[in-house]
């Protein structure tokens, strides 16, 4: 059974910095290409981030571009997110996901619990 | 960036009766070398993540009911829920994945009349 498990929100300053983390199992992780995708309280859904299986290409949504990086360890089965310069907007549920197979059709079949990040002061 | 409208924001339905949500994008999600439509369709109940139930428009995900059903080509398409039922009860999202950014429609809360 695929299993994603979030970690790592807190309450953080605006300007802050925090790490994101998605553990894996249930499956061979290096096989897929992951994403991030956010929900903002009450709001709809964003995607954020994705990496491909190998860590090689990275792409990013306009609105976290050049302050969010992402990351994954595949010895680890970790799929990680680095927010930095954190904006009070950036408050949200964020959601790590699984494509459906290793082929790169980027919708989501798998989705973890979500951790809840707050920027405020 | 493809933009992704979904209406009504909102659809109250009769328990049996039929639900059906849109949702238009600004471009064409057809990619015709494999005559595919760059779809997919979640419902998210309260303080749930998302799930998938339909992706290439129309392909219904395994274990998902039948009475949920995809269609629609280019930019228009439909989630159609044949019989509504308590269970149905959510927040129902398109989603493109025809390009990056990645982008999702603005949602439909469906509830029971």
Request: charged share 15%.
């Amino acid at each position: 059974e695929v299993q994603l498990v979030e970690s790592g929100g807190v309450v953080v300053q605006p300007g802050g910095s925090l790490r994101l983390s998605c553990a894996a199992s249930g499956f061979t992780f290096d096989d897929y290409s992951m994403h991030w995708v956010r929900q903002a309280p009450g709001k709809g859904l964003e995607w954020v981030s994705l990496i491909y299986w190998d860590g090689r290409s990275t792409y990013y949504a306009d609105s976290v571009k050049g302050r969010f990086t992402i990351s994954r360890d595949n010895t680890r089965n970790s799929l990680y997110l680095q927010m930095n310069s954190l904006k009070t907007e950036d408050s949200a549920i964020y959601y790590c996901a699984r494509e459906p197979s290793n082929i790169g059709y980027q919708y989501f079949h798998s989705w973890g619990q979500g951790t809840l990040v707050t920027v405020s002061s | 960036d493809i933009v992704m409208t979904q209406s009504p924001d909102s659809l109250s339905v009769s328990l049996g009766e039929r639900a059906a949500i849109n949702c238009k994008s600004s471009q064409s999600l057809l990619y015709t070398p494999n005559n595919k439509n760059y779809l997919a369709w979640y419902q998210q109940k309260p303080g749930q993540p998302p799930k998938l139930l339909i992706y290439w428009a129309s392909t219904r995900e395994s274990g998902v009911p039948d009475r949920f059903s995809g269609s629609g080509s280019g930019t228009d398409f439909t989630l159609t829920i044949s019989s509504l039922q308590a269970e149905d009860v959510a927040v129902y999202y398109c989603q493109q994945y025809y390009s990056t950014p990645l982008t999702f429609g603005g949602g439909t809360k469906v509830e029971i009349k």
